[in-house]
């Protein structure tokens, strides 16, 4: 029940526009762990300084992926890929 829960979250917050928010830039090559309400403030926030974007949604199903891919189109992402991993989501693009 709860891989569900998260992942309907996941789609509402990414059919959601942006809010703003503080950039919480990460190492590059690194995999941030995130929860669906992170992305709230635009994906942007996660870049790292080469300007990829790699984040782990935990317990998260493949049915977001679509909506995923959208979100980050509009924000202006390329290359984006949603993969189902072990135990969740692995979202990469390049902005």
Do not use: N
């Amino acid at each position: 029940m709860k891989r569900v829960l998260r992942t309907v979250a996941l789609i509402w917050h990414a059919l959601h526009p942006a809010q703003g928010g503080t950039p919480r830039p990460i190492e590059p090559g690194e995999v941030r762990r995130c929860d669906p309400a992170d992305i709230r403030g635009g994906m942007g926030l996660y870049l790292d300084a080469s300007g990829e974007l790699r984040l782990f949604v935990p317990e998260c199903g493949g049915l977001a992926a679509p909506v995923v891919l959208f979100r980050l189109k509009r924000e202006g992402f390329s290359r984006s890929r949603v993969r189902m991993v072990d135990g969740g989501l692995l979202i990469e693009a390049r902005r």
